[in-house]
């Protein structure tokens, strides 16, 4: 059966001036250090699974990111998404960022280390160093530095130590015991600033003859069984120096190359588990040391400008390096038949050397930082870790062109031992020079949400900035176009939009979420300490003038503890009689009637469900039973309240009472300070069409749903494997909610009856592995007006009923709730002249046709023309208002890069 072909008008909009922020800093989480008893625990060729990833832009925001495979040895094709982001004070930036561990034992029994058990720093070219709070997301503390501006942070194996690289040419070591950051000493003071800064090799605790008792508990203690031996660090003086850490001393220094006059700048050092050091410089020397004598083993000319950042393969034996001239170059550490190619005869090394053996330019621009996992432990060959062969190590890259580029990174011996599995899907390859890359795509609000909202009614389209926002007016149509496939372009030559609002706020953060009602009356825009109301007043120009809601910000203090009124998410309800607000510090929800011209807003209720803690059962919630006796079903499903059981409001919430032990619905804070409270941010938050339902998602996975026209809890879904980036209503169906998660699975909840319809799975448990494996994952998903309510007024829907775009940062997917999958889910032609058949859940039989016949497909149609895409909306049934903000016009406004001709140069 052949499907109509359903045309929609497009509002192609590339005015708005959303500008991403240049990538400074890659971070990943250190691994345990192994026990120096039980050397079977370090030598174990198990792959560790995919930490997160932390990056650091430079307007001070921090992204935590959270690989999206199902398992340590899955592909998975959108690799790490953003939980969440730490939103930076302004104005701010990212220069340095390191993770440590929280408890170390605890670290050696988890299989990848967990938030909870992480320490996050950074350091943002000031006197302070900051740590955060990562499950609250705000800054925790602040010490300084006692040095003045801090170039580089280095944390030692064990995570116990913090060494400051300062611009007084001393480095501090900050000590992280205890969990707490306190001053431990000053080394020896050079006379430059320290540019970057390493940890040697950690050396086995010798233990000394005790009784058998004493050394039973001395043996229990893993945390000191290592000591730190040296550091090395890279001044702008032209030199390296070794430094002591018993004694705090100089012990050598190494020069490094200079033109006369000007002073060399080693802008990056390593240190391998041999202690071989490796250093970058600005002259783009890359050379390699020997820590006993710091005499120079070999050199390389490796780069035509500036080494900003290398990083250590996970075995040591190569070395990548980049910097400004956007090339990311590759060392490899070759074995030699013959002793007399040693570098140096004055080192026992074994016989081998460096090679260069590939580049490649992955940036358009600086390369400001590299990172990759398994991250490198400095130790001694002895206790180095052994990973397996089978799983391509991961680099990760990024730089002034904004975006973080991910490079399978297998070494060419590890293919000669079997297939190497590539772990993000780009190509059967996974060598360093061969593999294809993928760059994530970069999106406008935090933890992936989009900074763009849209009026519907008033047809205004809000983008918000670090500091400020501007909207404008989309105009109506005026003629029908011509077709492009499924959907009518018409562009901003047409003289389509204005500007009608643009405003610069006085922020504390950088601005976190924002939101303006659909008749254009209201806006809301939030930092993390504080949220302000607007009223918009149309003027006889056409332009927007704000007043704004004076007492707001204390309205909102006076509902929630603390001193802060900022939120995380907020919306409009569709009448925009209401706004709903996230709290960012407490995760408290408030549902505030806007009131009249006469009359002030007012808050009707709060909800503190994302502040408790439920019962978890296989990292799932268990509704109305706790304890192991709760499992989950056969299939997989999560017990909730069913159809034939008491579904009202008041039930649910005495249900929900009886778990937690306290009336969770209660306005007062002394029943909710009775149960467990977590930290957790609300990410996501999405009302019906019809002001009906309200859904909460938070960064725990955690999803809630309330009644707005009760005001009460209404029910809560079962926690999900992954982060949940779309979240809407359907307009033909007001109760039908649809969740995207960030690996590109699909669920569809039926919220009044509270369960996952049956009609839904057939689509749920089988969508076409085009979809699931896209590269840029799902971000977010709109419905046609069309269907709902107010179609009349507005015009019919040229789409069927039930029908959803979902949208990626370079793809738009038209997919029909109801519609069964065919084969592969997408439009196809298939070759053969085998007859086949496939029955689906609905017990109907699709016959394929004969060669050279085209079966044509009604679900899934992709649209991959719109690149990259920051928001996709309807502003009225049948026109689409797709946001578009091309790399080329971002970097257009970025200075020239480095370019140095080769030929014809005079």
């Known amino acids: 059966m052949v499907e109509t072909a359903s045309t929609l008008a497009v509002h192609r909009c590339r005015f708005v001036d959303f500008t991403p922020s240049a990538v400074t800093a890659l971070c990943f989480p250190p691994l345990p250090l192994p026990s120096v008893k039980g050397k079977k625990a370090a030598n174990n060729r198990t792959f ?15 992204e935590l990111c959270e690989w999206t495979g199902s398992s340590p040895r899955s592909q998975a094709p959108q690799a790490w998404v953003v939980r969440k982001t730490l939103v930076g004070p302004y104005p701010s930036k990212v220069e340095s960022l390191a993770l440590t561990f929280r408890s170390p034992r605890r670290a050696a029994q988890e299989e990848i280390p967990s938030w909870s058990n992480l320490r996050l720093f950074s350091a943002g070219g000031g006197s302070e160093l900051v740590e955060w709070d990562i499950e609250q997301g705000c800054i925790k503390r602040t010490i300084s530095s006692q040095g003045g501006p801090i170039w580089s942070i280095a944390p030692n194996p064990a995570s116990t130590i913090l060494a400051l690289g300062c611009e007084d040419g001393s480095v501090r070591l900050v000590s992280l015991l205890y969990d707490e950051l306190t001053h431990l000493r000053r080394l020896d003071r050079m006379k430059s600033r320290i540019l970057s800064i390493a940890w040697g090799p950690p050396a086995p605790k010798q233990k000394k003859t005790q009784s058998s008792n004493a050394q039973s508990d001395s043996d229990d203690d893993d945390d000191d069984e290592w000591t730190d031996s040296w550091l090395v660090a890279g001044l702008s003086d032209s030199s390296l120096r070794k430094l002591d850490f018993a004694t705090g001393r100089s012990l050598d220094r190494m020069g490094t190359d200079k033109i006369r006059g000007e002073r060399t700048l080693v ?29 120079q083993l070999q050199s390389f000319q490796g780069h035509a400008a500036d080494v900003l950042c290398l990083t ?11 910097g400004v001239d956007q090339k990311v170059t590759q060392f490899s550490y070759v074995k030699t038949s013959r ?11 074994s016989s081998g050397r460096w090679v260069q053996t590939s580049s490649r330019r992955l940036h358009s621009h600086d390369v400001r930082a590299l990172a990759i996992w398994p991250p490198h432990t400095p130790l001694p060959p002895s206790h180095q870790r052994q990973f397996p062969v089978d799983v391509a190590p991961v680099l990760a890259s990024g730089g002034l062109d904004m975006s973080v580029v991910l490079t399978p990174a297998a070494l060419p011996t590890a293919t000669l031992a079997g297939k190497v599995m590539n772990p993000l899907a780009t190509s059967t390859t996974a060598t360093f020079e061969d593999a294809y890359h993928r760059r994530l795509a970069y999106t406008s609000g935090p933890a992936s949400s989009s900074a763009l909202h849209l009026a519907r009614k008033a047809r205004l389209l809000m983008c918000t900035r670090e500091a400020g926002l501007t909207v404008w007016r989309i105009a109506r149509r005026q003629q029908k176009g011509e077709e492009d496939g499924e959907m009518e372009v018409l562009g901003a030559q047409d003289g389509g939009w204005e500007r009608v609002l643009d405003m610069d706020l006085n922020v504390q953060t950088n601005i ?31 332009d927007l003038k704000p007043r704004r809601i004076r007492n707001f910000a204390s309205l909102i203090q006076s509902q929630v503890s603390g001193s802060s009124s900022g939120a995380s998410s907020l919306i409009f309800t569709p009448d925009s009689s209401k706004l709903v607000l996230a709290t960012s510090t407490s995760s408290t929800i408030l549902i505030i009637d806007l009131g009249s011209a006469d009359r002030p807003p007012r808050v009707l209720r709060k909800f503190e469900q994302h502040r408790l803690r439920e019962g978890f059962v296989n990292n799932r919630v ?16 999560v017990e909730m309240a069913t159809e034939d059981q008491d579904a009202s409001p008041e039930a649910e919430d005495k249900d929900r009472a009886s778990n937690h032990g306290s009336n969770a619905e209660s306005d007062s804070d002394d029943d909710v300070e ?8 609300i990410t996501r938050m999405a009302v019906s069409p019809d002001g009906q339902w309200l859904a909460t998602a938070d960064d725990r996975r955690r999803t809630h749903v309330f009644n707005l026209d009760s005001v009460q809890h209404h029910c809560a879904l079962p926690t999900f494997p992954h982060p949940i980036h779309a979240l809407a209503f359907d307009a033909s169906a007001p109760n039908t909610l649809v969740l995207g998660f960030a690996d590109n699975a699909l669920e569809v909840y039926d919220v009044e009856a509270r369960h996952f ?16 494996h896209l590269h840029d994952p799902v971000l977010g998903v709109t419905f046609d007006p069309g269907h709902g309510e107010e179609a009349a007024a507005g015009g019919a829907s040229p789409l069927p009923p039930k029908t959803a775009l979902f949208w990626g940062a370079t793809w738009i997917c038209k997919v029909n709730l109801t519609e069964r999958i065919g084969y592969g889910g997408f439009e196809k032609r298939r070759r053969g002249k085998r007859k086949a058949a496939e029955t689906n859940a609905n017990d109907r039989v699709e016959v394929q046709t004969e060669e050279g016949q085209q079966e044509h497909q009604r679900n899934f149609k992709l649209v991959t023309h719109y690149r990259p895409l920051l928001f996709v909306d309807f502003v009225a049934p049948g026109e689409l208002v797709v946001v578009e903000r091309p790399l080329v016009d971002v970097l257009a406004k970025l200075p020239p890069a480095y370019f140095k001709p080769k030929y014809g140069a005079s």
């Open 48 to 62: 560790p699974g995919f930490g997160p990833l932390v990056i650091g832009r430079a307007n001070g925001n921090i």
């Open 267 to 295: 802008w990056a050092v390593g240190v391998l588990g041999d202690g071989t050091i490796v250093s970058g410089d600005s002259m783009g020397n890359v050379k390699f040391w020997d820590s006993k004598t710091c005499t």
């Open 312 to 322: 250590i393969s996970p075995d040591g034996t190569a070395v990548y390096t980049s």
């Open 339 to 349: 002793s007399d190619h040693n570098p140096s005869p004055l080192v026992s090394r």
């Open 512 to 542: 976190v979420s924002g939101a303006i009602s659909d008749d254009g009356k209201w806006l809301a825009v939030a930092d993390w300490y504080e949220t302000k109301l607007f009223r918009l007043r149309e003027e006889s120009n056409g």
């Open 622 to 637: 268990i509704k109305g039973r706790k304890g192991p006796s709760a499992s989950p079903a056969a299939d997989g499903d």
């Open 674 to 681: 009775d149960a467990k409270l977590v930290r957790t941010t």
């Open 757 to 772: 319809p049956r009609w839904a799975r057939a689509l749920v448990n089988a969508l076409p592995q085009r979809f699931t």
